[in-house]
C-alpha cells in the first residue's frame, strides 16, 4: 500500500521554534531545491568551535518595522543561483522547521529577500517524501500559528 502524503498549497504558514520564529509566511516552490529565509545584517562567528551566523530578519509581508534577531549553527555555504538567474554565496543553517502538526529538521538558505513579497520559501528538498503540493489552493495545513499574536523575540539557540 502506497503511503498517503498531506496536501499543502501554494502558500502555508511556518515556524521556526529555534530561531523564535512563531509565524512566518512562506511560498511553496518546487522550482527552489532548498528552503530560503529572509536576513539581513548577517555576523558569522564561532561557539565552542563551530561555525555560527547572527542574523537579522523581518518576519511579516510588507513590514520592515518589525525585527528578530536570530542565532544558528552554520551547516555550509553554498552557491546558489536564484530564479533571476544570479549566483550569490549563501550560509545554510539546518534547523527545525514547524508546518501545522508536523516538525522536521530542513536546510535553509539565508539571504535578502526585501524585495520579494513572502520572507520565506519552502523548497522542494524540505516538501519530498513528506507532502504533494496543490498550486491552486492555500493553507491547508492550518490557520497562521499564534494568530493574533506577534512573534516572540529570540532566536538565540543553545
Known amino acids: 500500500m502506497a503511503e498517503t502524503l498531506d496536501t499543502v498549497g501554494w502558500r502555508e504558514w511556518l515556524r521556526f521554534p529555534s530561531l523564535g520564529i512563531d509565524a512566518i509566511k512562506a511560498k511553496v516552490d518546487t522550482g527552489a531545491r532548498t528552503s530560503c529565509l529572509h536576513a539581513f545584517e548577517l555576523e558569522p562567528f564561532d561557539r565552542g568551535g563551530e561555525p555560527w551566523v547572527a542574523f537579522a530578519m523581518h518576519p511579516f509581508q510588507r513590514d520592515e518595522q518589525t525585527v528578530l534577531r536570530c542565532e544558528a549553527p552554520v551547516v555550509d555555504r553554498r552557491r546558489v543561483r536564484d530564479s533571476g538567474g544570479h ?16 516538525t522536521f529538521d530542513a536546510e ?6 526585501d524585495t520579494m513579497l513572502f520572507r520565506c520559501l519552502l523548497g522542494r528538498t524540505a516538501l519530498r517524501g513528506r507532502f ?3 498550486p491552486g489552493r492555500s493553507y491547508l495545513i492550518g490557520k497562521a500559528p499564534g494568530a493574533g499574536a506577534a512573534p516572540r523575540q529570540g532566536g538565540t539557540r543553545t
Not at 88 to 101: D, F, H, N
Not at 108 to 113: A, F, K
Request: hydrophobic share 45%; aromatic share 8%.
Open 132 to 134: 504533494l503540493v496543490d
Open 87 to 102: 549566483a550569490e554565496q549563501r550560509y545554510v543553517i539546518a534547523v527545525p522547521l514547524s508546518l501545522g502538526p508536523y
Open 108 to 113: 535553509v538558505t539565508l539571504t535578502s529577500r
